[in-house]
């Protein structure tokens, strides 16, 4: 079943984020490394300033089990870099597409 990964990047009174080198280098990056593992594509959203998060980022996934297997085989070795575009450690939660009406 595919499921989706749900990244969220807090806003706080001293949070950066450099959504600029996110989006031309960090996450085509990801998509280099995760794309063979099962990662399909993903979406930047940059949040209102109400929010209490500045980004959210969806990446889509074959399954919740190949998003597992990516994390269990390396795929912590981007979070060094986290601390080029964002000052913040983000909050990640994941799971099955229950419905969608998008192609």
């Known amino acids: 079943m595919p499921a989706a990964v749900s990244v969220f990047y807090p806003r706080t009174a001293d949070s ?9 280098t960090y996450m085509p990056k990801c998509q280099r490394v995760f794309g063979p593992q099962g990662m399909k594509g993903y979406r930047i959203v940059a949040l209102t300033s109400e929010s209490p998060y500045s980004v959210h980022c969806v990446m889509y996934w074959e399954s919740c089990d ?5 994390m269990d085989h390396g795929g ?3 979070d060094d870099e986290i601390q080029k575009f964002s000052n913040k450690m983000p909050i990640t939660c994941f799971g099955d597409i229950a419905f969608t009406n998008l192609e």
């Open 66 to 70: 190949h998003f597992d297997k990516a």
């Open 16 to 24: 950066t984020f450099d959504v600029e080198y996110y989006k031309t």
């Open 76 to 78: 912590h070795e981007l």
